[in-house]
């Protein structure tokens, strides 16, 4: 029988996948399955992002103050789960593009992130629900760990 590692994986996770987890939207079960057991990565930046998204939520309608609130408290706590890289200027002009998209600029600092990430130790896999997301990923060379 072979030789079973306790080592555990590091996951990428962007910021569609952690507010899928966050606020229960569509999605939310398959990222809680892959992420069991696994060391989660990500830019610090993932906060700016989701801390952005549920302010808007809220302003829209789309969640309401209760939400809102325990979102915020859990996004709080939730810093503490995660190996974080700041986006500093050496992530800036690494000239990492994928080969045919040009991400927004958030999602290419989650690429060159994760990239960073990769070189660093290693990835299991880079966790995304956005489709132009996984697709730009993919063409960094990044293994997408859901099929969107």
Request: a positive charge; glycine letters at 6%; aromatic letters at 8%.
């Amino acid at each position: 029988m072979g030789k079973v590692s306790n080592k555990l994986g590091r996951v990428y996770v962007d910021t569609s996948a952690y507010l899928s987890l966050l606020l229960g939207e569509p999605g939310h079960a398959r990222v809680s399955v892959i992420l069991k057991r696994k060391i989660l990565c990500s830019s610090s930046f993932l906060f700016l992002e989701a801390e952005r998204n549920l302010v808007r939520f809220a302003r829209e309608g789309v969640i309401d103050a209760r939400t809102f609130q325990a979102a915020q408290s859990q996004l709080l706590q939730d810093m503490s789960i995660f190996i974080l890289r700041d986006f500093t200027t050496d992530l800036c002009l690494t000239s990492i593009f994928p080969a045919v998209l040009l991400p927004r600029s958030s999602d290419l600092a989650h690429l060159r992130t994760a990239k960073w990430f990769e070189d660093e130790g290693g990835l299991d896999g880079f966790l995304t629900l956005d489709k132009k997301q996984a697709q730009a990923a993919r063409e960094l060379g990044l293994r997408c760990l859901l099929p969107v």
